[in-house]
């Protein structure tokens, strides 16, 4: 991004607004930050100039505050609870219904998702690259995904470059931010004035093109590079190595297991607010009387009793063996399935834990200490 092309254009901040009236106008619902709860969550802008300014965070293990951006940007903030998983794989919906028809017999009938075109303004590097993963779950040629697939085609992503990651946050790390590399539409930079814009796809290029923004100037694409490596070197947490899995796996019964299940509450907190996870559960709902039952999916949490039921006992019978489950699947065992780690450095489960449970350190003082024979 930013980097040698003549397609990099300036966009002054007044022109933010005719940006976003331009996705309203080819029929975009467009969603960008609101404050909700004492958190910014994604939401249904009312109107193209709608954006909030001088909204920013600060966060820590546990911990997750509202505070102004003195600098009055619009995308000052880091991330919230939520990410674009939200949007894709949706936290319940119905997949088919069964029906009991004139004779008796049962009708199966799969339910359309309800999929309407998105443009999620603000989104993050690592929200990208959580994407990138949910895709090759979902997505993947032998067995797609209908909802999913479904829902992610009607996405437009405006990506935003992080200018002052949260003190959680450790995707330089990861190397998935903060400035966003791929997988966006439209990738903004902001600076004093406004930003520098690149397109990403050729619906990015249709309607940046529509804009006839002028090109960024050299100065303004520096700027802009040099924002994003003071950004990735202000980066205070980092895991211990891109490829854990063989030093988690060597330590499964390490005591470090016993210490942090003593602190964890198995909430699930961390798995809600992980833009990777992907586990579900499902279930039936009869309607009285008995002639129709939906079939329903919603997000699972490996720290949830009921997930690590089979077949008349429980797998992961205590918190020990879920948080086990959930770091080795996370930094270990995702490699053999999709060729990388499970964690794009987002930092919201460590923000978002109410008890402070720091999975860098976790990592660390397993992946520092001496293997099991
Ligand atoms: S690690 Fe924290 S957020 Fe995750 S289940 Fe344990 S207490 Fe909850
Ligand atoms: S494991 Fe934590 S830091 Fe990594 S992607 Fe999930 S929520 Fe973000």
New binding site residues.
């Given amino acids: 991004m930013f980097s040698g092309s003549d397609q990099i254009g300036y966009m002054r901040h007044e022109q933010l607004a005719t940006l976003v009236a331009r996705l309203m106008a080819l029929g975009y619902r467009c969603l960008g930050p609101a404050v909700e709860n004492g958190a910014i969550v994604m939401r249904e802008l009312a109107a193209p100039d709608a954006l909030p300014r001088g909204l920013q965070t600060e966060q820590a293990p546990g911990r997750y505050r509202l505070t102004q951006d003195p600098l009055n940007r619009y995308f000052a903030w880091t991330n919230g609870p939520q990410a674009i998983k939200p949007h894709a794989f949706a936290p319940e919906e119905s997949l088919w219904r069964a029906e009991r028809n004139e004779h008796g017999r049962l009708q199966f009938t799969a339910v359309e998702p309800e999929a309407p075109a998105l443009a999620l303004i603000g989104v993050r590097a690592?929200d990208l690259a959580?994407l990138a993963l949910q895709d090759a779950h979902f997505l993947r040629a032998t067995r797609p995904d209908a909802h999913y697939a479904r829902r992610r085609a009607q996405l437009f992503l405006v990506a935003v470059q992080c200018a002052e990651p949260g003190a959680?946050c450790?995707c330089a790390s990861?190397g998935d931010g903060p400035t966003p590399r791929a997988g966006y539409d439209i990738a903004l930079a902001e600076l004093p004035d406004g930003f520098v814009t690149v397109a990403g796809s050729p619906r990015g290029t249709e309607v940046l093109s529509s804009m006839n923004l002028p090109p960024a100037t050299p100065a303004q694409v520096e700027a802009a590079a040099q924002q994003g490596q003071t950004a990735a070197a202000s980066q205070k947490r980092r895991l211990p190595g891109r490829n854990l899995r063989d030093a988690l796996m060597s330590r499964l019964e390490h005591p470090q297991w016993d210490k942090v299940a003593a602190r964890c509450l198995a909430c699930g907190n961390?798995t809600a607010?992980?833009?990777?996870?992907f586990c579900h559960a499902e279930r039936d709902e009869p309607v009285l009387g008995g002639q129709v039952s939906g079939h329903v999916r919603m997000w699972d949490s490996c720290f949830d009793e009921g997930h690590g039921y089979l077949h008349g006992f429980n797998v992961r019978p205590d918190t020990r063996s879920r948080y086990r489950q959930w770091l080795t699947h996370?930094?270990g065992t995702w490699h053999d399935q999709y060729g990388r780690s499970?964690?794009?450095?987002?930092?919201?489960?460590?923000s978002w834990c109410p008890v402070g449970i720091d999975?860098t350190e976790e990592a660390a003082a397993l992946v520092n200490s001496e293997a099991q024979p």
Avoid at 273 to 277: D, F, G, L, Y
Avoid at 342 to 350: H, M
């Fill in positions: 690592c959580a959680t450790f990861t961390c607010v992980c833009p990777t996870c996370k930094l499970g964690c794009v450095g987002c930092g919201r489960c460590i999975l």
